[in-house]
């Protein structure tokens, strides 16, 4: 199970922190994703990181501004988004890979999510 929270609303310039907490599974056996849903699109990604060797992988349109952590004593990742923008608005959601142990965080981000959480909305304002 995948639980996200940290969502809200924030103006622009500013930051948030979201938060995964993970369970059911073994956490380090795992990469955590972060992806978004903007109003009336569709859901992209936004980044990993690999609960084995603590990679990560950002997308370019987040990179240099958000920056993605893990805490396996917690079994909880976190979303640490700078510097917001509108267009950042959406609902955001993490979502677990099997197969941090043999694969680094880009091509976990790659290679499909095996268990969703179901999201948390951010709205920056203008």
């Known amino acids: 199970q995948l639980v996200e929270s940290g969502g809200g609303l924030v103006q622009a310039g500013g930051f948030l922190r979201l938060s995964c907490a993970a369970s059911g599974f073994t956490f380090v056996e795992f990469g955590i994703g972060w992806f978004r849903q903007p109003p009336g699109m569709e859901r992209v990604g936004v980044g990993c990181i690999s609960n084995s060797d603590g990679s990560t992988y950002y997308e370019d349109s987040v990179k240099g501004r958000f920056i993605i952590s893990s805490d396996n004593a917690k079994n909880t990742v976190y979303l640490q988004m700078n510097s917001l923008k509108p267009e950042d608005t959406a609902v955001y959601y993490c979502?677990?890979?099997?197969?941090?142990?043999?694969?680094?965080?880009?091509?976990?981000?790659?290679?499909?999510?095996?268990?969703w959480g179901k999201g948390t909305l951010v709205t920056v304002s203008s």
């Open positions: 979502a677990a890979r099997r197969g941090a142990q043999v694969m680094g965080a880009s091509q976990l981000f790659f290679a499909g999510m095996d268990h």
